[in-house]
């Protein structure tokens, strides 16, 4: 009886009162938790960031919003489906927390190198998604966006086809970053492995994972695979001629990592390259030079080519440093100061012992040769060679051994007399 006496146009402007008065509450509350997230976020990233240091240092400032925004999309999701559905209030929450996922994933795919313009269109996909699916809208989207198209023979490739590609692609590709992150850290922890077998193994997971992560994303797009049928005889020949060396040097990598020959730290020479393996890649060893530039050798010039592993089976390296002395020093006294100059070297091995060689008779001084050993070649010969010498010629110099010189002796002939 009190509603029939209340004017119709006073009912609607009470209701729309109470509508919004329900929105500004729903939105009190959303800013409420997303407070309480922030401050729960601060001490939960404190625990985990130490343990997300393997994912990189990219990923180190992404854990504490990654955990902000995580925790208000499920307790932001808790109050969006508690409240009523079709509400200005709902609407509200369901903002809140499409807004709140979408920062979640644009900080998940940034923090493992994601780069911006990727990350921003996927983020507001997923807004726009999250939204149009809690106001009820999301199958009138797909059918919008699947009506703007491009007519390519049989073939129809539409606004939504373009969009799933693009971001399912986006993702996967960040999750195969991760995935590839979390495994080398894994097996890098790895206590039955040493670094070779390592190495290969994290090879072999990435590979898997990328295997697994092109057939997951062709079984979501619905894609039949018996498309790719018309495409593996010239998939065939690119790989017979255009990759035949590409994966040529994957297949010699692996059978590097797999019979141990070069590892990783090893002191190697090829051709005119000599360093430590710093890393075996896909295509190619990286060799780094003394003089600190790195050669980007292919793994099948080792498999095919003479190569010297310094360090293959033992890291002792015997090195040569000749010397010569004056025909008129004390031979005995010179070998003598040779054998303490290569003992007081710091890098020269005491077991195996250095041994003084004499191996000839020069036009200008008798020639010996120092044999000394080091354990660690991949710091450099020459600068060994260096320090005994350095050490000889004070030696020398306190005990009178002489270094000779070239000399020529020159004989006058008397001119012949007259007659």
Aim: hydrophobic share 50%; with cysteine.
């Amino acid at each position: 009886m009190l509603m029939r006496l209340v004017p119709p146009e006073l009912l609607v402007r009470l209701e729309r009162s109470t509508d919004w008065i329900e929105a500004g509450i729903a939105l009190g509350v959303a800013i409420g938790l997303y407070i309480l997230c922030a401050a729960l976020a601060r001490m939960i990233a404190r625990r985990i960031e130490p343990h997300c240091a393997h994912l990189g240092p990219t990923f180190t400032p992404h854990v504490r919003p990654l955990v902000r925004h995580g925790l208000a999309t499920l307790l932001v999701g808790i109050a969006t489906a508690v409240w009523p559905t079709g509400t200005t209030a709902n609407i509200v929450l369901a903002c809140v927390m499409g807004w709140a996922l979408a920062m979640v994933a644009n900080h998940l795919l940034r923090g493992v190198s994601i780069p911006l313009w990727a990350t921003v269109p996927l983020s507001i996909l997923i807004f726009v998604m999250l939204l149009s699916g809690s106001t009820g809208g999301i199958t009138p989207l797909a059918q919008m966006m699947d009506s703007v198209g491009l007519q390519l023979g049989k073939s129809r490739i539409s606004l939504l086809d373009v969009t799933s590609v693009a971001a399912i692609g986006v993702g996967l590709f960040g999750a195969v970053r991760l995935a590839n992150r979390v495994l080398a850290r894994s097996i890098s922890r790895s206590r039955g492995l040493d670094a070779t077998q390592k190495l290969l193994a994290e090879k072999l997971a990435g590979i898997a994972i990328i295997a697994a992560a092109f057939f997951f994303g062709i079984d979501v797009l619905g894609i039949d695979l018996t498309a790719f049928a018309v495409f593996s005889g010239a998939l065939g020949l690119a790989v017979g001629f255009g990759l035949q060396k590409t994966v040529g040097n994957l297949i010699a990598g692996i059978i590097l990592l797999l019979d141990r020959s070069i590892k990783p730290g090893d002191v190697i020479v090829v051709g005119d390259s000599f360093g430590w393996v710093n890393k075996i890649g896909v295509r190619a060893v990286s060799v780094i030079t003394r003089d600190g530039k790195e050669h980007l050798i292919p793994n099948e010039n080792l498999m095919t080519q003479e190569v010297e592993n310094w360090s293959y089976s033992d890291r002792n390296v015997r090195i040569h440093i000749p010397v010569g002395i004056a025909y008129d020093s004390d031979l005995d006294l010179a070998q003598k100061l040779m054998m303490q100059a290569a003992l007081e070297s710091p890098r020269v091995l005491k077991d195996p012992k250095p041994n003084v060689w004499l191996t000839g008779y020069g036009d200008n001084s008798v020639d010996h040769e120092i044999l000394a050993w080091i354990a660690d070649p991949e710091a450099g010969v020459g600068n060994v060679k260096s320090d005994v010498l350095g050490r000889l010629w004070h030696l020398f110099r306190d005990h009178g051994v002489t270094i000779p010189f070239p000399q020529r002796v020159v004989h006058m002939a008397k001119p012949p007399a007259d007659d």
